[in-house]
Each structure stands twice: as structure tokens, then as C-alpha cells.
């Protein structure tokens, strides 16, 4: 595989949108060109995992080249962040940057049971989205329809909340640092804070520090890229495919029968140790370090779901998918 597949971690910075953190990390990953008045050759595929909104920060891991073929793997991870949560205003995004529709006054924090508030928030919970989201109704994106002044009922979904510690406490804000599951809001989770106690309230910081294995003390600035060796520092912070799935079991495959797995042949797997109590998916990888496969159990057995062919002359490797999916 090229040096260009894998995953990047981004620390993004506030004010941006996660699409525009995508097309600098496109930008600066272009090689020169060659061709008259080309300038630089179209740089590879990008994508992100699990959009921050432009007031947050931290943690964006990008998918990139055939990094973007394993995006479905690693994008049901449980989330880590820090927030701070302003009592007593309430906007329609639920965030500092919307508008404002109520103001009261917060409560002397020392009146709050901190830890009777945290339980409260703690486990399974129903959390209604909120309407400035991207979410989809009828195929249109939620915060479309908000802008236009229409607000469609939300039902609640089922989110869950590994763990919630208020950190500090001060005359009308709390600090918060949440492990969730995918699919929660912390805008809601603050939203919902403040009815709870009675004022109201809003996210007024975000920052994203841990997306499933990857933390943020392994991500790259946004600035360090737009540097002159900005595209050798993301070469060299790129987890290849192989290790970004460091959350699955690895299996080894050298030689013919990385070759035959390649192929598609389903016969292959019976070279690779059987799978063991537990097991639903295993990565194959090769000698050199390269990801030949991703695996699934199937009846006591390993059924190739995802194959990654070797780089061919002339161009990036391909990828096949084999149906039905485990």
C-alpha cells in the first residue's frame, strides 16, 4: 500500500467545519504535479470519522486513500470529551454560537448535588438531538431545516453514557468530562443538564479527546500542515490500515496464501488459526505489515468479508468486497 493510506489523527481547531478540515488535509497531501500548469497532482481520497461542529475542537481522525475502505470499522467507537456547560442561557442551537431564547439566573453551584447530577446522566439515556444537527428528515439535513424556520419533532434515541464526572464547579458553569457512545450529542447532554437543575444551559467549549483507541496525544495540528514539510509530517503521523484496526485480532498471512486471500479465494482461510470464543472479525496481515484482509466468524469458521489487493504497477492498490457481509 502507499504511504498515503491510512489514518491521520487531526487535532482540529475552532472555528472550522470538519468538511473544511478535510479539504486542507486533501490539499496538503497533493503531490507536485507534473504536467503543465498542473501545479500538483489531485491528492487522494479523504474522509473523516465523526463530525465536530466548527466551536469544537480536538480529535478528527481522517480516512484516507484505502484508509476510507476500514471507515466502517473503526466509526462505531465510543467517544471521550471535555465541555463546559453555561448555566442559565438557553439558544437554539444549543450552543454558544445560536441565538438566544431565554436567559435565567443560575443557582449558587454550592446549592448543587454534583454527584446525585452526574448518576442522573450516567448509563442508557433517552436524548432528543438537537434541531441544528445533521441529522436527516426526508432525506433533508436537520440544520437545513431549522435554518429555513421549520422544526420538525425529534424523537429521542437511545444513547449511552459510560461515564460522566463533573470536574469543577463555578458561578454559573460546569466542567464536564463524558465517555459516550456513539451517536450521543453533548449539546443535548448540556441542554438537558440545565433542565435538570432548573436554569437552563448551553455547550459553550467542546473538545473531542479520545475516538475509540486513538487518543489525542497522537493527533497532528491543523497549522503543522499548512507548513512547507507539512505534507512530510502527515506521511509521517499516518497510521496504516493495518494499524488503525489495532482493535481487532491479527492474523498472519505470508507468501501464496496472502496472495489466494487477496484473490478471494475462501479456501485460504484455512491456513489462519481458527477463530476463538469471542471473536466476531480479525484483520490478515502480511509479513511486510500490509492489511491482505478483514475476516468475520461465521459458524466456528472465518469467512473473508473485505479484501485488500496488493499495489499494482501504475497505480494505488484496489479494494474488493465480498457479499453477502458477515
Known amino acids: 500500500m502507499s504511504v498515503l493510506d491510512g489514518v491521520l489523527l487531526l487535532d482540529k481547531p475552532v472555528g472550522i467545519t470538519s468538511a473544511r478540515a478535510v479539504a486542507v488535509v486533501k ?73 438566544v431564547i431565554e436567559e435565567r439566573s443560575a443557582p449558587d453551584p454550592e446549592t448543587l448535588d454534583l454527584a446525585a447530577l452526574a448518576t442522573a446522566f450516567t448509563g442508557p439515556i433517552e436524548q432528543i438531538p438537537p434541531a441544528f444537527s445533521a441529522i436527516k428528515k426526508g432525506g433533508v ?29 463555578g458561578p454559573d458553569t460546569l466542567s464536564l468530562d463524558v465517555q459516550c457512545s456513539k451517536g450521543t450529542y453533548i449539546r443535548s447532554l448540556a441542554r438537558d443538564i440545565g433542565e435538570r437543575i432548573g436554569c437552563g444551559a448551553l455547550l459553550a467549549e467542546l473538545r473531542r479527546t479520545r475516538f475509540g483507541v486513538f487518543s489525542i496525544d497522537g493527533a497532528i495540528a491543523l497549522d503543522a500542515l499548512e507548513t512547507d514539510d507539512g505534507r512530510e509530517r502527515a506521511v509521517r503521523a499516518m497510521l496504516s490500515p493495518a494499524k488503525a484496526l489495532t482493535g481487532l485480532r491479527e492474523l498472519a498471512a505470508d507468501g501464496s496464501d496472502a496472495a489466494r486471500l487477496r484473490s478471494g479465494q475462501q479456501a485460504a482461510l484455512a491456513a489462519l488459526p481458527p477463530p476463538s470464543a469471542g471473536d466476531r472479525r ?27 489487493l496488493a499495489e499494482r504497477e501504475g497505480g494505488r492498490p484496489s479494494v474488493a468486497q465480498h457479499d453477502p457481509p458477515c
Open 27 to 99: 490539499r496538503r497531501l497533493c503531490e507536485p504535479g507534473t504536467g503543465p500548469g498542473s501545479g500538483r497532482k489531485a491528492g487522494p481520497k479523504v474522509g473523516h470519522l465523526g463530525t465536530l461542529d466548527p466551536f469544537a475542537s480536538g480529535l478528527l481522525p481522517m480516512c484516507v486513500g484505502e484508509g476510507t475502505k476500514i471507515a466502517p470499522y473503526l466509526n462505531t467507537s465510543d467517544k471521550r470529551y471535555t465541555g463546559i456547560v453555561k448555566l442559565g442561557v438557553v439558544t437554539d442551537t444549543l450552543d454558544a454560537t445560536g441565538q
Open 141 to 169: 439535513r436537520m440544520y437545513e431545516l431549522a435554518r429555513r424556520g421549520e422544526a420538525p419533532e425529534l424523537e429521542p434515541r437511545v444513547v449511552t453514557i459510560h461515564s460522566l464526572s463533573i470536574v469543577a464547579a
Open 282 to 308: 480479525a484483520k490478515v496481515v502480511t509479513s511486510d505489515g500490509a492489511l491482505a484482509a478483514i475476516v468475520c466468524e461465521q459458524a466456528g469458521r472465518w469467512k473473508l468479508e473485505r479484501v485488500f
